[in-house]
Every structure is written in C-alpha cells, then in structure tokens.
C-alpha cells in the first residue's frame, strides 16, 4: 500500500512552534529522499524542505534557521520542526519522496495567526 499520512498541524499564534509528522508506507520512504511541501491559499504547492535518504537537509530561504527536517528509519516518518512560526507559513502541508512522487496525503492545515 502506497501511503502518507501528514499530522500535527493546528492553530498557534506568531513566534510559536509546531512539529510535522508524515507517516509514509515503506514503498515510498525507504532509501529515498524525503521533503515537505506546502500550499497557501490560492497559491501553487511550495517546495519547502528536503532531507536525504542520508540525513542531509535542505531548506528554501525563507524557512532556514527556523525549520528543521528529520527523518526516523525505524518509524518511516520524517518530521518537521516548526520555530518562530509567522502568518505566511500558514499553509496546508504536505510531504512526498524525491524525485518521484508518491500520491499525495491529505496534508496538515497549519494557521499562524498575527
């Protein structure tokens, strides 16, 4: 079964934190590079981060020193750690494998508030 399941998401104020987690089936998370993905509305789908099969992360500008991308092999999840959270990351996010992607999940609303 080919699947991901996104959760932690919710409402927090401006400066807080929360923490992504994406449950992938084995299929899609073994041995490949993992990444989030996010969509604002009326916006296309954002890349946002990715982190290797190896451990090495990779962030766009304009989340690096804030967010944090993790992965656990065991659980076949990768998280992402979410600091100093501002209104515009309010988006619904969603993870995938690189380079090919898998079906997409549901995703996890997030809402940053002012």
């Known amino acids: 079964q080919v699947e991901l399941v996104e959760s932690g998401g919710g409402l927090v104020q401006a400066g807080g934190s929360l923490r992504l987690s994406c449950a992938a089936s084995?299929?899609?998370?073994?041995?490949?590079?993992m990444a989030w993905y996010r969509r604002s509305s009326g916006k296309l789908r954002e890349f946002v981060a990715r982190?290797?099969?190896?451990?090495?992360?990779y962030y766009i500008n304009t989340v690096k020193g804030r967010f944090i991308i993790s992965r656990d092999n065991a659980k076949n999840t990768v998280y992402l750690q979410m600091n100093s959270l501002k209104p515009e990351d309010t988006a619904v996010y969603y993870c995938?494998?690189?380079?090919?992607?898998?079906?997409w999940g549901q995703g996890t609303q997030v809402t940053v508030s002012s």
């Open positions: 982190i290797s099969s190896g451990g090495s992360p």
């Open positions: 084995g299929s899609i998370f073994s041995g490949n590079d």
């Open positions: 995938n494998r690189l380079p090919t992607w898998a079906p």
